[in-house]
């Protein structure tokens, strides 16, 4: 079984200071690991994704992920936080594609992480 | 990428009630998804959409709740059936596209329950 962990309901950060979001994983195989953002009355938006290669992946709006398979986590990163970054991210991880259809499997969600960005 | 359009946005219904909500994409996916996320919780995926066929439905909902149609590859319906306020969340349209391995997603349906 597949699971994601986000282990902070909140992030606080000031304006301009570092930000990460913490998530861990379990999966039986090979990981393939998304995040995703929610800003207020609005859809999940596609941030990155790790499917394989670097384990330094980069994103939109400047966010970047790092995997690390030996502490089995794909924290959020953002060097340099905006105001308007405060929304909520999930975390998630997919199984590998199903065999006999095109489709890869399905999609495990965190519970989500609010970041709150003050000026 | 793909444009979701999700129908409506947002909609104040009775109990006992029912509510259908539209997902429209702008390009053919390959598969069609419907989370629902309750307040404050995360992402619960409620069933796949199958082109032509009925639909693949999770663990804990049924088609007589939820049914759902998916007449061709752009365009998919979610019935909520005979609401309750239990059934007050936000509903999600998802697809994914032809060899990619992220979905994307509607702006959802918020829906309350009265």
């Known amino acids: 079984a597949q699971s994601v962990a986000q282990p902070e309901d909140q992030v606080n950060v000031a304006e301009g200071n570092p930000l990460t979001v913490k998530c861990t994983y379990s999966v039986s195989g090979n990981p393939y690991l998304f995040w995703y953002v929610q800003y207020p009355n609005r859809g999940l938006q596609f941030l990155l994704k790790?499917?394989?290669?670097?384990?330094l992946v980069k994103g939109s709006y400047g966010f970047e992920a790092e995997f690390n398979k030996s502490q089995t986590s794909f924290h959020l990163k953002k060097p340099s936080a905006l105001v308007s970054d405060s929304a909520l991210y999930f975390c998630?991880?997919?199984?590998?594609?199903?065999?006999?259809?095109?489709?890869?499997?399905?999609?495990?969600f965190g519970a989500g992480t609010q970041v709150v960005v003050t000026p | 990428s793909a444009v979701i359009s999700q129908k409506p946005s947002r909609d104040i219904c009775q109990r006992g009630t029912s509510l259908t909500i539209q997902c429209q994409v702008d390009s053919q996916v390959t598969m069609m998804f419907w989370y629902r996320q309750q307040p404050g919780q995360s992402l619960t995926l409620i069933a796949t959409a199958n082109q032509g066929s009925e639909a693949t439905y999770e663990s804990g909902f049924v088609i007589d709740k939820f049914p759902i149609s998916r007449p061709n590859l752009t365009f998919s319906t979610l019935t909520v059936s005979n609401m309750s306020p239990e059934d007050s969340s936000i509903y999600l349209c998802?697809?994914?596209?032809?060899?990619?391995?992220?979905?994307?997603f509607g702006q959802g349906t918020r829906l309350t329950v009265v």
């Open positions: 790790y499917i394989t290669g670097d384990n």
């Open positions: 998630a991880v997919r199984d590998l594609p199903r065999s006999g259809t095109d489709s890869w499997g399905k999609f495990q």
């Open positions: 998802s697809v994914e596209l032809y060899m990619n391995t992220e979905a994307f």
